[in-house]
């Protein structure tokens, strides 16, 4: 079993920087593909970035190309959503996954195994 803890979400004007942390407990090893997700109110959870099992592939929304980055540190068994010039748009809840046993990296929320219990982000304009 695997749990995931986020946080460092949190209120924040548009421009704005955050970084997010997802930290994983329990049998999780570098043969774990992770992902961040997000969902607004009224709307479905939508893929934010995703990192493969060995770190060396990262995947993003284009809505967060070039704002976000992914990353992980396998020593901490923890992954970062380092997001850059925030809008009122990234408001949501963020959301981390891990998905067992793929070298590729999930874009859909359902190929995902485990899941944290989000941490909320509020960007005001």
């Known amino acids: 079993q695997v749990q995931l803890v986020e946080s460092g979400g949190g209120v924040v004007q548009a421009g704005d920087s955050l970084r997010l942390s997802c930290a994983a407990s329990?049998?999780?090893?570098?043969?774990?593909?992770m992902g961040w997700f997000r969902q607004a109110p009224g709307k479905e959870r939508e893929f934010v970035a995703g990192i493969n099992w060995g770190g060396g592939s990262t995947y993003y929304a284009d809505s967060v190309k070039g704002r976000f980055t992914i990353s992980r540190d396998f020593a901490k068994n923890t992954v970062f959503l380092q997001m850059h010039i925030l809008l009122p748009e990234d408001t949501a809840v963020y959301y981390c996954a891990a998905r067992r046993g793929v070298v590729y990296t999930p874009q859909s929320q359902y190929e995902y195994d485990y899941w944290g219990r989000g941490t909320q982000v509020t960007v005001s304009s």
């Open positions: 329990g049998r999780i090893s570098s043969n774990y593909a």
